[in-house]
């Protein structure tokens, strides 16, 4: 069945890194997204990305998408502390599914 | 700005009891969803709406319904709460193909 899978699922680094994470997925989609949620705080959309595109840029961040290869990376530059939380990709065709989502902590 | 709210942020209830969880939408958005998130899990879809009066299950509808009398309005029941339904609801509502926007969530819990 359809789903997303992020990697890593979980991914400490420092202040002022970058960040990578990635989505994979089995079947076609419409659409592709990335959501953050903060601890205590709800989900916040990040960025959408649509099956004919292959790049989107949204200040520090930048996604990805492969169609070829199912797969899609989201690009956190010059990591804040602020960054820290759970992001998620949601996979859009009939209906909508999320993955497990990836822990990012960033180190001071 | 976009605003979804829900009923209750905390929410204790009895095994057993009927529960209502409400999430109204400003935007006019065709699109409502409810999900519920667990540890290790993520989120999960238990029922989603396109359209008032029309109602899609999702990936885990057992034990819930849901009711969308009203565009802007669309409530979570569960008939006859057990403990395994203790979770993090979430309401979301979006435009066609779009982005959602999320409620804070109902954190519910049922001994």
């Known amino acids: 069945s359809q789903q997303g899978e992020e990697d890593p699922q979980a991914l400490s680094i420092q202040e002022g890194e970058n960040a990578t994470m990635n989505c994979s997925y089995k079947t076609s989609i419409n659409n592709l997204q990335w959501y953050r949620q903060n601890s205590g705080r709800g989900l916040v959309h990040l960025i959408l990305?649509?099956?004919?595109?292959r790049e989107k840029h949204s200040g520090r961040l930048r996604v990805t998408l492969d169609t070829s290869k199912k797969s899609s990376s989201l690009l956190i530059t010059a990591s804040r502390a602020a960054d820290t939380a759970s992001y998620f990709c949601a996979l859009e065709w009939d209906k909508i599914i999320f993955g497990k989502g990836t822990r990012l902590h960033i180190l001071p | 700005d976009v605003k979804v709210t829900q009923s209750s942020r905390y929410l204790v209830k009895r095994t057993g009891e009927k529960v209502f969880l409400e999430c109204v939408q400003d935007m006019d958005h065709e699109n409502m969803f409810w999900y519920r998130q667990d540890p290790g899990l993520g989120l999960r879809l238990i029922y989603f709406?396109?359209?008032?009066?029309?109602?899609e299950k999702g990936d885990i509808p057992e034990g819930y319904s849901v009711s969308r009398e009203k565009k802007e309005r669309f409530s979570l029941i569960l008939e006859s709460a057990s403990t395994n339904q203790t979770s993090m609801y979430l309401c979301?509502?979006?435009?066609?193909?779009?982005?959602?926007?999320f409620g804070p969530g109902t954190r519910l819990t049922v001994t």
């Open positions: 979301a509502s979006s435009s066609y193909r779009d982005e959602q926007y």
């Open positions: 709406s396109y359209d008032v009066k029309m109602k």
């Open positions: 990305i649509r099956s004919n595109e």
